[in-house]
């Protein structure tokens, strides 16, 4: 059964940094897309980060120099660093799978499989 886990999740203050692992089971994490979700109180999910299956990397303009999206298909896990964290990115953060390459990392609808999410705090 296909399943995605995330963890790391927490409060901290602005400024620090957190990083959010998310493990996955039940199928080849070797190919398709693996993408990095977020969804603040009453704002829709939005699209963190995405990562290839050949590494090549796509971030939101919010997160871009502060993120880091990397994985690892031999322990079937992604991973977000996140550094410099300010309050707004104070969200639900959510991974995802997508069983094929994803023409747009960002957008949700590519992705096949999603995991419960893990809440990150950051406060000023």
């Known amino acids: 059964q296909e399943q995605l886990v995330e963890s790391g999740g927490g409060s901290v203050q602005a400024g620090g940094s957190l990083t959010l692992s998310c493990a996955i089971s039940?199928?080849?994490?070797?190919?398709?897309?693996l993408g990095w979700f977020r969804q603040a109180p009453g704002k829709e999910r939005e699209g963190v980060a995405g990562i290839d299956n050949d590494g090549q990397t796509t971030y939101a303009d919010s997160v871009k120099g502060r993120f880091t999206a990397s994985r690892d298909n031999a322990k079937n896990t992604l991973y977000l660093q996140m550094n410099s964290l300010k309050p707004e990115d104070t969200a639900m953060y959510y991974c995802a799978a997508s069983l094929w390459r994803a023409h747009y990392p960002l957008r949700t609808n590519p992705y096949n499989y999603w995991g419960q999410g893990t809440q990150v705090t950051v406060s000023s």
């Open positions: 039940g199928f080849r994490l070797d190919v398709g897309t």
